[in-house]
Structures are given as structure tokens and as C-alpha cells.
């Protein structure tokens, strides 16, 4: 997929050269472009992020005082997503550029190789926190392709000194803890760029951190109180790091990142006899998925499908509803608690 891609971005670059600058800029209410072709800069700074969370995590600390973007349209399924030449001449053209920095991140590392970056920050999420090893597979995982984790290789990798982006679980942001942290570390990077609004970068970063603990108690308190800690996704499974946060187990069809749309009949059994065997009311779905697997496997065992967020992206009404991120971890936490007990 990595290949493909890259192909793609090369092709993509050629045609970035035939472009007018002039012509690829647009807004969208102020907040939010079409693609990542931002609004003119009338003097803040020009802030590009590629996933949702991000997006989020910035509005709420900088407001209207920075001219914000989102390189992934409301409804675009992240690990599809191909740049256009829009999107890479608007990098080019901002201030502030965060990325996750992960294998499905691994287009931007072309794109950035064949631009000037001398005068844009650039910000990993993966190097706000502390990353966890490799996608981990587990018991019934439907797995074709891929590496499946082991502690010696995490003791191999750190003994070589390999510590490539694309090794780690990207889904840094899950938890609402790493949440906290990521928050901060782009309030740092607010501040040093745009010193004149400091205090208010600041002030915005602690009450939002407030009420990323609030959220991050309620659903710790919730997983404490629960009758078991097993869930099940009919699904992807990129939500690694809130799982760990909170001690829960689990059992899923793919890997986060998976390329596979359809489980094999063996991991489908699988997950139908763990659901009837647990009585577990509910399993899982992520946002913008089909939701095929997880139906058929409600639907084989007489119980609910409900959808988990994971913060890449969001459907174009939810977006325009106001969605936020702690509206969707919310939902998370609420139908988990149903999910649990």
C-alpha cells in the first residue's frame, strides 16, 4: 500500500509544478476549507492538520486566532485518503502543519522531501507521547498481511536503535489521556509561534485539559463499575491506546491500519462464539465503515451494534452539527458502559 501511495504522491508532485498558487485557496465558515486548500492568512497563523482530533484539539485552544484547516474532508475515510494537488500546495503555503507521523502518514514524508519546509513547523503526534510497538494482533484477528507484534521485537528494535514513525501504533490520540498531553505540546508549539497570544493559547489549553480529565474520570469510572472488561469489534481495531488506558480486553477482526475489508468465515466464528459466550450486548463498529462485519455478527447472536470513534474523521453532517471531540468520546464512554454491563 506504502508503494502505491508513493506512486501516487510522485505523480501528484509533477502536478503540483503545473499549478497557479493563486488559484487553490477557499473557505469554509471560517474553520473548515473543502480540502486543505485554506482561507487567505489575514495575519494569524496558517495551521493544517490531517486528521480530525488534531483539528479539534486546535480549535479549541486557538479559536478564531489561528486560520485552521483540515487536509481530510468530513466523510473521507482517513486510511483511503489520497492528497490532492490542493493539498500539497496548501502544506507548502502554512505556518503550522501537524501530522500523525505513522505508516498511513508515509505519502507526507514524500511530500515534505520535495518541498521547502524552511518555513513551516512541523508537529508528530507521535512524538507527543509515549508510542506503543507495532499494531498488536490478538486471539481470532484476521491477519494477511502485516507483522504481528512481540515483545522481542519491541527489545530488538530499541537494542538497534530503529525507531522509524511507521514501526509504532499511530493512533496516538484515542485516549483521552494522550489526549491531554498532545494538547499540551501543540499549545507549546502555538505559543512559540504566535508569542503575542500566549495567554490565551494557555488559558484555552488548561480549561480544555479540564475537561479532557473530566472525560477521562468519567470513563475510567465507568470501566471500574462495569460487570466485565471484554469488548468486541466486528471492525478495524485502532483504539489500542484507550483500551490499555482503561485495563479493558478485546477481540476484533483486523488490526487498526488493516488494508481488509472482509474477515474470513474463521474470524467471524470466532467473534459470534466470543459475543455468546461473554454475553456481550454489544459489538463494535468505527466511524465511516461499512459496518457489514459487525452487523452480521449482531445479528447472528441477537444483540446491538454501535458505533466506536476514533477521532480520524467524521461525516460530513456530524461535522456540521458541531461534533467535537469530546462529544464523540462520550459517546464512546456511554455505550461502553452498556457494552460492559
Known amino acids: 500500500m506504502k508503494k ?24 469554509t465558515g471560517g474553520m473548515q476549507s473543502e480540502n486543505a486548500a485554506a482561507p487567505e492568512n489575514d495575519g494569524g497563523l496558517k495551521v493544517i492538520t490531517t486528521i480530525f482530533a488534531s483539528y479539534d484539539f486546535v480549535r479549541q485552544i486557538a479559536g478564531d486566532k489561528v486560520d485552521l484547516s483540515m487536509l481530510l474532508k468530513p466523510g473521507t475515510e482517513a486510511h483511503s485518503y489520497e492528497p490532492t494537488p490542493q493539498d500539497i500546495i496548501a502544506i507548502q503555503e502554512c ?12 505519502w507526507i514524508d514524500d511530500i515534505l522531501d520535495s518541498i521547502d519546509t524552511g518555513g513551516i513547523r ?21 491477519v494477511n498481511t502485516g507483522h504481528e507484534h512481540t515483545h522481542e521485537d519491541e527489545e530488538h528494535n530499541h537494542a538497534h536503535g530503529e525507531d522509524e514513525h511507521d514501526e509504532w501504533d499511530e493512533h496516538v490520540w484515542t485516549s483521552p489521556a494522550n489526549a491531554m498531553s498532545i494538547c499540551m505540546a501543540l499549545t507549546d508549539v502555538l505559543c512559540e509561534e504566535d508569542p503575542d497570544n500566549e495567554s490565551d493559547y494557555r488559558d484555552s489549553c488548561e480549561s480544555y485539559v479540564g475537561q479532557l480529565g473530566e472525560l477521562d474520570k468519567y470513563t475510567r469510572d465507568i470501566v471500574e463499575n462495569s460487570a466485565r472488561k471484554t469488548i468486541i469489534f466486528g471492525d478495524r481495531f485502532p483504539v489500542r491506546y484507550f483500551i490499555e488506558e482503561y485495563g479493558l480486553l478485546y477481540y476484533a477482526a483486523f488490526p487498526g491500519c488493516s488494508q481488509e475489508n472482509e474477515a474470513s468465515a474463521a474470524t467471524i466464528a470466532f467473534l459470534i462464539d466470543k459475543v455468546k459466550e461473554e454475553g456481550i450486548p454489544i459489538v463494535f463498529k468505527i466511524e465511516l465503515s461499512s459496518g457489514s462485519m459487525a452487523e452480521a455478527i449482531a445479528q447472528d447472536c441477537g ?17 456540521e452539527a458541531g461534533e467535537t471531540y469530546l462529544s464523540l468520546m462520550y459517546h464512546n464512554a456511554d455505550v461502553l458502559k452498556e457494552a460492559l454491563n
Open 303 to 319: 444483540v446491538k451494534v454501535e458505533t466506536f470513534y476514533t477521532g480520524h474523521n467524521l461525516s460530513r453532517d456530524m461535522f
Open 95 to 106: 505556518d503550522v502543519f501537524i501530522y500523525v507521523g505513522g505508516e498511513n502518514d508515509a
Open 122 to 142: 512541523m508537529v508528530k503526534l507521535l512524538d507527543c507521547v509515549d508510542t506503543k510497538y507495532q499494531e498488536e494482533t490478538v486471539e481470532g484477528m484476521d
Open 4 to 27: 502505491i501511495l508513493r506512486k501516487f504522491t510522485a505523480v501528484i508532485l509533477s502536478a503540483v509544478m503545473a499549478l497557479s498558487l493563486g488559484a487553490c485557496t477557499a473557505k
